[in-house]
């Protein structure tokens, strides 16, 4: 009998370009059947808090608060390598007059919230969805707005003006080390033998797509909302690289010291343990 495996992800395409090989039936899985489940990652990160699903793509923030209950795979990280998550405005803003100013962010489970405050920890957000961020900050709804995924290449089409990268930031504060942003991770209770099976069936997925680059594109610009195809393999290439078929040793320090740091701040109520499945 099959097992059904549900794997959940954004709808957006470097992590469509991820599973692609999964979702197509590209590679032999055995007895287990995968449900892709496509949410935003906000979404994402309030199920995991539920444990709802086996697999899922989450916030690195959100694993501080589900550590007990999923374990990190050591592929398929989102890691701005001196880029990341941007602020931006309709006018010209000098980055440190953040605070008092009112910033429109995808959710406060999200890398990219945690990354903000620290980067400006008085700084006022108003939570909105990751694709209605742009339009809210032209409509003069807030100040100034947090963007992820293909918001961080198009905003400039929309008139607005970049305030701060927050990847770029966080490799002067850490001596270039990757902003780590997304991850995937996989339920404690679906034990060893599973676990690692499951593991590698997503990593060869990954591993698919980059050496298939132009059909793996092909079936991730549906979900690129926007962008054309040189933008697609631009975003796809700035998440969805070799690191994401490992994080290496300096990917899994950033993610201890992102959280360490987001502890010691009092961003995060308690320390975590980070943990990666072999």
């Known amino acids: 009998m099959a097992r059904t495996i549900h794997v959940a992800h954004s ?12 979702a197509e039936g590209l590679i032999e899985t055995g007895d ?22 086996e697999v899922t793509a989450v916030s690195i923030h959100a694993y501080a608060y589900l550590a007990d209950t999923y374990i990190l795979l050591p592929h398929g990280a989102s890691m701005g390598e ?12 000098d980055a440190p007059r953040l605070t008092g100013l009112r910033v429109a962010v995808p959710g406060t489970m999200t890398s990219a919230y945690l990354a903000l405050k620290l980067y400006q920890p008085g700084v006022e957000t108003k939570v909105v969805p990751f694709d209605e961020i742009i339009p809210y900050v032209k409509d003069g709804k807030a100040d100034v707005g947090l963007l992820i995924h293909e918001g961080q290449l198009t905003y400039a089409d929309e008139g607005l003006h970049l305030v701060a990268d927050l990847g770029e930031w966080w490799a002067e504060e850490t001596g270039g ?10 339920r404690r209770d679906l034990g060893d033998e599973l676990i690692a099976r499951v593991s590698d069936l997503l990593r060869r997925s ?19 909302r926007g962008l054309d195809r ?12 070799p690191r994401t078929l490992d994080y290496g040793p300096d990917g899994r320090r950033a993610v201890e010291l992102f959280l360490q740091k987001g502890h010691e701040a009092g961003f995060i109520s308690r320390r975590v343990r980070v943990e990666f499945a072999p």
């Open 11 to 22: 709808p957006d395409s470097d992590d469509a370009f991820m599973f692609y090989a999964l």
């Open 32 to 53: 287990l059947e995968f449900v892709h489940e496509l949410q935003d990652i906000e979404t994402l990160n309030r199920r995991a808090l539920a444990g709802e699903l």
């Open 82 to 93: 001196g880029y990341g998550p941007r602020l931006v405005a309709r006018e010209p803003v």
């Open 177 to 186: 080390l990757p902003l780590p942003l997304g991850g995937n991770v996989i």
């Open 206 to 224: 990954i591993a698919y797509a980059l050496e298939h680059r132009q059909a793996a594109l092909e079936h991730a610009e549906q979900y690129g």
């Open 230 to 241: 040189s933008r697609t393999d631009e975003f796809v290439g700035m998440y969805v690289n």
